[in-house]
Nanobody, 121 residues
Framework: VQLVESGGGSVQPGGSLRLSCFRSGDTYSSDYCMAWVRQGPGKEREGVASLSDGSTTYARSVKGRFTISQDNAKNTLYLQMNSLKPDDTAMYFC?????????????????WGQGTQVTVS
């Protein structure tokens, strides 16, 4: 499984971005739990959103502002980020694992993309 993120960039506080993650190598989306994980400067990795079999979960820090979704026909996972704050500045990674049920623990994920940088200032 290969994951390729895109959509990062620089934005002012209050702005929006949409991240995309294209998955190749395996097209059976229902077999995977998908997540967005971020790592800010000097911080540990933090799972911010996860999707599995139609269910989602979010970190408290982003709930109500971020939305995770996927387009199975395009093998693409999305993260819509609204009302961005400087604390959201981080490298954002797409992750996948053969597990059932959404979860935010980054240690449970097997496959990782290279990351896309989001800067809010």
């Amino acid at each position: 499984v290969q994951l390729v993120e895109s959509g990062g960039g620089s934005v002012q506080p209050g702005g929006s971005l949409r991240l995309s993650c294209f998955r190749s190598g395996d097209t059976y989306s229902s077999d995977y739990c998908m997540a967005w994980v971020r790592q800010g400067p000097g911080k540990e990795r933090e799972g911010v959103a996860s999707l599995s079999d139609g269910s989602t979960t979010y970190a408290r820090s982003v709930k109500g502002r971020f939305t995770i979704s996927q387009d199975n026909a395009k093998n693409t996972l999305y993260l819509q980020m609204n009302s961005l704050k400087p604390d959201d500045t981080a490298m954002y990674f797409c992750a996948a694992a053969h597990i059932f049920g959404p979860r935010l623990s980054s240690g449970e994920y097997t496959y990782w993309g290279q990351g896309t940088q989001v800067t809010v200032s």
